[in-house]
T-cell receptor
């Protein structure tokens, strides 16, 4: 799972600022997932993307959150006008897109909103 | 809607004792099942997976899990735990659209 790279590992933002979280999937993987982990709440699905397409964003808050996975470059999770409640660990995972292959996770980005 | 339920949020176990972490899922279609482990301040890594075939699946670090279709369960077991097994364990299912759904996790505390 060391192949999925997330940066930054730690991000501190003041309320109202924007947070941009990056995820480079494993080589050859075209599917990316984003999850949010809050203390004592486990992993919550946010969004599932393939190259240039959002497949499922049912877990994304309706406002301030957006995600993209362009043809070139990493996947980006963007949070606009952050609030204290956005503080969490955000994990990215990638897979080859077939159901019998597992997802490989990055180390996560820990966002702290002050 | 598909879901994954991990009944225990925390499980304390004495070192060298056996442990079982429970996982139940609900799905109207066939699923693939996974157990992941998360050590402190790290990402998740795969312990084992069930795709088809034998219902008893062996994974890394001495863990195994058994798929029970009639009970829609996929419980994780280890016959003798070590301090190094202290972590959070997540059960997950893969759906037909490739989306992976996770349970809320079970924290395993190993007592000396």
């Amino acid at each position: 799972n060391a192949g999925v790279m997330q940066n930054p590992r730690h991000l501190v933002r003041r309320r109202g600022q924007e947070a941009r979280l990056r995820c480079s999937p494993m080589k050859g993987h075209s599917h990316v997932y984003w999850y949010r982990q809050l203390p004592e709440e486990g992993l919550k699905f946010m969004v599932y993307l393939q190259k240039e397409n959002i497949i499922d964003e049912s877990g994304m808050p309706k406002e301030r959150f957006s995600a993209e996975f362009p043809k070139e470059g990493p996947s980006i999770l963007r949070i606009q006008q952050v609030v204290r409640g956005d503080s969490a660990a955000y994990f990215c995972a990638s897979s080859g897109g077939q159901r019998n292959t597992e997802a490989f996770f990055g180390q996560g980005t820990r966002l702290t909103v002050v | 809607a598909q879901s994954v339920t991990q009944l225990d949020s925390q499980v304390p176990v004495f070192e060298e004792a056996p442990v079982e972490l429970r996982c139940n899922y609900s799905s109207s279609v066939s699923v693939y099942l996974f157990w992941y482990v998360q050590y402190p301040n790290q990402g998740l890594q795969l312990l084992l997976k069930y795709l088809s075939g034998s219902t008893l699946v062996k994974g890394i670090n001495g863990f195994e899990a058994e798929f029970n279709k009639s009970q829609t369960s996929f419980h994780l077991r280890k016959p003798s735990v070590h301090i190094s097994d202290t972590a959070e364990y997540f059960c997950a299912v893969s759906l037909v659209d490739d989306k992976i759904i996770f349970g809320k996790g079970t924290r395993l505390h190993i007592l000396p």
